[in-house]
């Protein structure tokens, strides 16, 4: 293809901008708090090539990492491509030499062989050095001052797996990170590798252990006695993938399951625990212990939010009647066969996002994205499900307490980060890309960086850094402190 193609994952926030650029100090509108020193990281996938189908999704883009800097209370903006061997092979050529999303068999042959990892979804800091990750492949270390990539990271070629979540967890008392792999031994392979690296970086623990069936395990979580593994029946077949079909199918049929080991276990002595069938989730809020009994807070759906992979396994529901909510499965670890309760927590919604410190323990807050049932107009197109979030929501498990704050009428919100306070009777604040449309005309909009305060969403924000540009959507985004910057690993 010459050209990119006009369809829902090119189009409003998924417009290609394909720009490489730094701009210094921002203009700010409002007070940016002096707590706030540092850096916010965003996975934002653009193409650097029009794609090789006319059918590509926006999933399938090259990865970019982009950073706030946040500065004497001045802020700079950096946006540059992750230079992985994907994107370099293509950049010598000139052209999209890749094909379908996550199917190496629709490839130019010119690449077969080359890591075919986009490295487009999460930024991820651990040990004083950070990397850009997607779940196909390894990560890619990134120099946090430059933005120039150093290169792949496998923990001192220590790690066996092929593959690396794009969603790990770190323990804020230990500061270890506990990650997996699926389909760590190869395309469609079972194999799961679990891993814990220590707070310096060090890998300390890989165990292999197989899944019911290949899904797309894209979060997991920990509590401070075990790891989680939830597991949804979206799923994968190399022979559809051999033929060019869709790496990802949903299967409306199949029953969901629940891995559940010691963390500093074997995998030996894992329990599977059936789940609903059908269901899906994509992200994870929390876990926790209570006792025996341990909870999972999931943003949970009747069927998969991705359009793409609810029509390769030959669903035809539209996305606004796809039902969901933030719901809590509790399992009773007591029981000789456990099984999962469920209950709502909130609304339905997606992006979810805590305080580091509450991590895998029992938590006051949390917030994430949801659609404002009072907005005025079509929500603003563009994200991997085509259309963007236009709420925040911030919750309180322990008493039900929910608040909303809604954007402005046809504007987007991306996933917020969230940065903590010294004052520990303070709960620190959100930073947050919000797209405001600029007129009626389609997908004409300008971005903004939102800072809110963590504990009263509602007010709206108290200070905004306005880009003066239309930027492409997030998918991910982290916080990372001046402190840890400066002890990072990776010099200027």
């Not at 194999?191 to 300390?204: E, F, M, P, Q, V």
């Not at 197109?381 to 963007?388: D, Q, R």
């Amino acid at each position: 293809m010459g050209a990119f193609p006009n369809s829902i994952h090119f189009i409003g926030t998924n417009t290609p901008r394909r720009l490489e650029l730094s701009v210094r100090n921002l203009e700010v509108e409002g007070e940016i708090p002096a707590e706030i020193e540092g850096a916010f990281f965003r996975a934002v996938p653009d193409n650097a090539h029009a794609p090789m189908f006319e059918d590509d999704i926006a999933l399938n883009a090259d990865g970019m990492i982009a950073r706030f800097n946040f500065e004497k209370g001045a802020v700079d903006y950096d946006i540059r491509y992750v230079e992985t061997e994907r994107y370099k092979a293509e950049k010598d050529a000139r052209r999209a030499l890749f094909g379908r999303y996550r199917n190496p068999f629709t490839d130019d042959p010119s690449v077969e062989g080359v890591d075919r990892t986009l490295a487009n979804t999460t930024p991820v800091w651990h040990g004083g050095r950070l990397f850009m990750t997607k779940e196909d492949g390894r990560g890619y270390e990134i120099n946090p001052h430059t933005l120039e990539t150093v290169g792949k990271w496998d923990y001192y070629g220590a790690l066996k797996s092929e593959t690396f979540t794009a969603h790990p967890r770190v323990d804020p008392q230990t500061g270890e990170l506990f990650f997996f792999g699926y389909e760590a031994g190869g395309l469609c392979s079972l194999d799961i590798a679990y891993g814990i690296a220590d707070k310096d970086g060090n890998l300390t623990s890989e165990q292999w252990f197989k899944q019911p069936y290949c899904s797309t395990i894209h979060d997991f979580v920990i509590t401070e006695k075990y790891a989680i593994f939830p597991i949804f029946p979206t799923t994968a077949d190399l022979d559809r993938l051999k033929s060019g079909g869709a790496h990802w199918a949903h299967q409306q049929d199949l029953e969901s399951w629940v891995g559940i080991m010691p963390r500093y276990g074997k995998v030996e002595e894992m329990k599977w625990i059936k789940g609903p069938v059908g269901v899906s989730v994509f992200h994870e809020v929390n876990a926790y212990d209570d006792g025996d009994l341990v909870h999972i807070d999931l943003c949970l759906s009747e069927t998969n939010a991705f359009a793409f992979m609810r029509e390769a396994g030959g669903i035809d529901k539209p996305q606004q009647e796809i039902q969901g909510a933030l719901t809590r499965w509790t399992i009773d670890m007591s029981k000789a066969d456990p099984e999962i309760q469920e209950r709502p927590l909130g609304p339905p919604g997606d992006l979810p996002r805590l305080p580091d410190a509450d991590q895998g323990r029992p938590y006051r807050a949390a917030w994430y994205l949801s659609m404002n049932p009072e907005a005025k107009g079509p929500p603003l197109l563009g994200g991997p499900v085509g259309a963007n979030f236009n709420a925040l929501v911030r919750i309180e498990p322990g008493n039900g307490r929910v608040e909303m704050m809604a954007v402005p009428p046809g504007a987007g919100i991306s996933e917020p980060a969230h940065v903590p306070s010294s004052d520990s009777s303070h709960g620190g604040w959100l930073l947050s890309v919000v797209d405001i449309p600029n007129s009626p005309a389609p997908h004409d909009y300008s971005s903004e960086l939102w800072i809110v305060e963590a504990d009263n969403p509602a007010k709206g924000p108290i200070a905004k850094v306005k880009t003066g540009i239309a930027l492409r959507s997030q998918v991910h985004g982290a916080w990372v402190g001046r402190e840890r910057l400066n002890a990072s690993k990776v010099k200027p």
